[in-house]
């Protein structure tokens, strides 16, 4: 097996194309030689090396040294140095690099190779005794860091300390002398700690520092991060050494990094820091104030310090030209870093940068009119989850942040309102034209009229895939979940947080995208969906087979789906529309109704708000295909709880609430997501699918009517898994259409079709097909009753589940493919078999997850069908598994 692989001096072994071999720094170093690039030369040390390393107890293979010492002579070689001989000083860098760029991994070591005697060839070679001494300090405080794990604050105070006796401010200030004494310093505190005196030879450094770059592989703030981005462990790290460039030789030498085009705008302009005088990662560490690269950025930036431009003229139009040609060659945006040795400049690494949501359609966008790639590859290049960042408000970059509590990012996007402390004065204030916070430990369906109310939500209690992140995000409304260090006190009206009292109408803020909560109001950045955006969305439109509908029941979100190109409804889920208002009343009449008789009494009450519900949506569908969900819910959601509540119901009813109150308990269910609701409902009281059936139908004639575009409505019958349920409901919802015609003498066409939300369902897919002529996959439930794992209660063990790697994902947000995908796939085909043109849907959360969507695709759904916010990411993300 080749071990490592060489660069240098206009060649390499390896290239950009070899990153899982190399990682990405190494295989980009190789390809910027092959270009013929000023690279220090070098070589790479592979990922199979750093696997081998693992898999045989921390050994390295048993030709790696001999590999290791004839790359360092071929380093030698091209730059005319020995390693470990002071005559002709060789030093070298040892640099990690994953595939992927992974903060966590250990930092580089600079300057190895330099020991008591080499620095003073070092100092005589140079001719400049504080630089060589400036090295060697630097080498000791980064090796005994890295590699010795000795703290970074140790060397640190040392050098304040040094600092504030001579009087200075600044590292540059220490002379030759000043910087012996420190290094005397560091070596005795090292050899206090440690018990030895620090590794003098160059080749025990090296091995070293090859050793804790494979270490480092497995330190804990890696494997958290690999978990939490999903990188395999099996990926392994490479190493690259590499001959130093200096920096820090004096006045001519510099170091910093740069961006080809901005990566928080995207616009079209070098940008980027350097220093004169240092070396490697002072630009980023803030020891001084960096300086502008060009004159424009300096200007535009109001700084007084000259630009590279100017103080380096040469360096900087080679750099120029070598960031040009990097990104034309890399088609993308580069991340660059760079040297400057006594005028002479050196690349050190290039990478694709990380950008924004805003820079990248920006970008994508310009590139594709630059002609450097084509349309599709631009949709290719957006993140779909990341336009996320784009729909919603955000709090302004510059603005100040209070910061009081800190909760989980639940759902995006920013607000700034009043707190209130229930549903039921979020409605009060916002009929007030006020904004509000809703503030709860946590919320229940009870609250959705309030969540509707508020501008966002905060919770004190419950994860990513409670109650309030799941409703909130289907809004589109920010949420900051599980806020635990505030304390809500319902009775007293109070939230207290750092020993400080807020009360129902202080303003507060939350930040949905990184569950920030702040006090007071903080300045907004408002959504810009046209532009570049619009440009990606109509190329992606282009691309994409699959349609995009939306879940909606209100027409405020109706309306933001289809301004956000919905192209139908998917989902609408009708129970919402019964916490409106007065309907709450007429709705727990009908549920506590003894009989039939009173049961249609109070469901003729609901018949016209309904009507006038499926008219609106119907008329701003205009046409569009809409999926009508008929009641779902368990009934007890609708229960009165309150005393209050009861005798409200009771004394339209007519009852006592005592009699009311035992109604309600003969309601009660042991497990009601389990229990009498769905296609049940509809069974036992066949009157409330009836009402229902009757409002869509008599809302279809009326659109028809009105807009001149006939609406086929699609009702669909929830958790059906037997076909003779599907067959019972919808003989009723024939009979209902057959008379809503003869009444109006319209024909109106519609399809009965049913979720598929059980594994029996699923599993009769086939016969249940007969009569279904359509199928959506409500995989929410589906997964919940697949797994047999409550979503609601949920969040305290799948945490501890992906902590202790049982499951990767949270099956609520990204779909079980092994297992509930199967169930679809399944379905899908048996659906197919019975009846080839049955239209097939997806309106479960995973509608709006871009992984997810992939796999819809690919078992051919017809469409998916998301929250409206979601609905650019589902186009972007259904053209992206499109092609
Ligand atoms: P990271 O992956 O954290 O960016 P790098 O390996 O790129 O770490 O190194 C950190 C810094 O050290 C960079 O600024 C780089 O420019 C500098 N550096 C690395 N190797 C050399 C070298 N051979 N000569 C001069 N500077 C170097
Ligand atoms: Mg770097
Ligand atoms: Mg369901």
Redesign the pocket.
């Known amino acids: 097996t080749k071990w490592v692989y060489t660069f240098g001096d206009g060649a390499a072994e390896g290239r950009a194309g070899d990153r899982n071999l190399l990682g990405g ?1 190494g295989a980009n170093l190789a390809e910027m030689c092959s270009l013929g690039l000023p690279v ?1 030369p ?1 070589f790479t040390i592979t990922t199979e090396a750093c696997n081998w390393f693992y898999a045989n107890g921390r050994t390295y293979p048993p030709s790696l040294e001999a590999d290791v010492l004839a790359a360092l002579d071929h380093i030698g070689a091209l730059t005319g140095r020995r390693f470990g001989d002071p005559e002709k000083l060789l030093l ?2 040892v ?3 994953a595939r992927a ?1 992974m ?1 966590g ?1 250990m ?2 070591v ?1 300057n190895l190779g330099l020991n008591d005697e080499t620095v003073e060839a070092l100092a005589t070679d140079s001719g400049d005794a504080r630089f060589a001494y400036d090295s060697y300090r630097r080498f000791i405080q980064m090796y005994s860091n890295v590699v010795l794990d000795l703290d970074h604050e140790v060397f640190e105070e040392i050098l304040e300390e040094e600092k504030a006796r001579l009087g200075y401010e600044l590292d540059t200030e220490l002379s030759a002398i000043e910087w012996q004494g420190v290094i005397a310093h560091y070596k005795a505190t090292i050899e206090e700690e440690l018990g030895e005196p620090f590794p003098q030879d160059p080749r025990e450094q090296l091995w070293g520092a090859i050793g804790a770059v494979f270490s480092s592989w497995m330190n804990h703030r890696a494997i958290t991060y690999r978990r939490l981005h999903d990188i395999p462990e099996s990926w392994g790290t490479a190493v ?1 050494v ?6 820090n030789m004096g006045e001519t030498s510099a ?1 910093g ?1 740069a961006f080809t085009r901005n990566p928080s705008t995207g616009e079209k302009m070098l940008y980027g820091e350097f220093l004169v005088n240092a ?3 002072d ?1 980023v560490a803030g020891i001084r104030t960096p300086q502008s690269i060009t004159e424009k950025a300096r200007i535009d930036s109001g700084s007084d310090k000259p630009s590279l431009q100017k103080v380096m003229p040469e360096a900087f139009a080679s750099f120029v030209e070598i960031s040009e040609r990097l990104e034309k060659h890399y088609r993308d945006m580069q991340d660059l ?3 400057i040795e006594r005028g002479k400049l ?1 690349m ?2 290039t990478r694709s940068g990380k950008r924004t949501a805003k820079a990248a359609l920006r970008m994508a966008v310009d590139m594709a009119a630059e002609g450097l790639i084509g349309k599709e590859e631009a949709v290719a290049r957006i993140d779909p989850a990341s336009l996320d960042q784009l729909l919603h408000p955000t709090i302004d970059p510059k603005a100040e942040r209070n910061v009081i509590a800190i909760g989980l990012p639940a759902s995006p996007g920013a607000a700034t309102g009043e707190i209130v402390f229930s549903s039921h004065d979020a409605e009060e204030a916002k009929a007030l034209g006020k904004k509000v916070i809703l503030v709860r430990i946590e919320t229940s369906p009870e609250d959705i009229h309030g969540m509707h109310a508020a501008e966002g939500i905060l919770t004190t209690r419950g994860g990513m895939t409670s109650h309030a992140a799941v409703v909130a995000r289907g809004m589109g409304k920010p949420c900051v979940s599980g806020a635990g260090s505030l304390r809500v006190d319902y009775r007293a009206g109070t939230l207290m947080v750092m020993g400080e009292t807020f009360r129902k109408g202080d303003i507060v803020t939350i930040d949905g995208g990184n569950g920030q909560v702040l006090k007071g109001p903080v300045a907004m950045l408002q959504p810009e969906l046209s532009g570049d955006f619009a440009a990606i969305m109509e190329w992606a439109d282009a691309t994409r087979r699959m349609k995009v509908r939306t879940n909606a029941e209100t027409p405020a979100d109706a309306r933001m789906a289809r301004s956000f190109g919905a192209e139908g409804i998917g989902l609408c889920r009708t129970e919402h529309m019964f916490f409106e208002g007065d309907r709450i009343i007429a709705m727990r009449e009908m549920i506590l109704a003894d009989t039939e008789k009173d049961r249609r009494a109070a469901l003729a009450k609901l018949l016209p708000m309904q009507r006038s519900d499926f008219l609106e949506l119907f008329e701003i569908m205009a046409g569009l295909p809409v999926t009508i969900r008929l009641l779902d819910p368990p009934l007890h959601e609708f229960l009165p709880k309150t005393e209050e509540e009861i005798a409200e119901v009771a004394s339209v009813m007519n009852v006592s609430a005592e009699k009311l109150r035992q109604r309600t308990e003969t309601l009660h269910e042991f497990n009601p997501m389990l229990g009498h609701r769905g296609c049940r409902l509809a069974v036992s009281y066949p009157e409330i699918a009836e009402m229902q059936a009757r409002a869509i139908f008599e809302a279809a004639v009326e659109a028809g009517r009105k807009t001149g575009n006939p609406v086929v409505p699609e009702i669909m019958v929830p958790l059906v898994g037997l076909k003779t349920e599907l067959d019972f409901v919808k003989a009723s919802i024939d009979a209902v259409a057959k008379s809503v015609m003869d009444e109006t003498g319209v024909t109106v066409e519609y399809l009965t079709g049913t979720m598929i939300e059980l594994p029996r369902a699923a599993i009769r897919a086939h016969v249940i097909a007969e009569a279904a002529e359509f199928f959506s996959f409500g995989t929410n439930d589906l997964t919940q009753t697949t797994f047999g794992i409550s979503r609601d209660d949920a969040a305290s063990f799948l945490d501890i589940y992906r902590q202790k790697g049982i499951v990767e994902q949270d099956p609520f947000v990204s779909l079980d493919i092994d297992g509930v995908g199967e169930l679809v796939r399944m379905a899908a085909e048996k659906g197919r078999a019975t009846r080839p043109d049955i239209k097939l849907g997806i309106c479960g959360e995973h509608g709006g997850d871009p992984a997810s969507i992939h796999f819809c695709e690919e078992v051919g759904l017809d469409y998916v069908s998301c929250s409206p916010y979601r609905v650019p990411i589902a186009r972007l993300a259904a053209a992206q598994a499109a092609v």
């Open positions: 720094k220090p070098g070298v860098s640099r990690s690099g760029s903060p991994m930092d580089t600079l690259n590499q001959a130093m460039v200096f920096g170091t990094v070396q490697g990662e630009v870093e760079f040297t050196w050190l690494q």
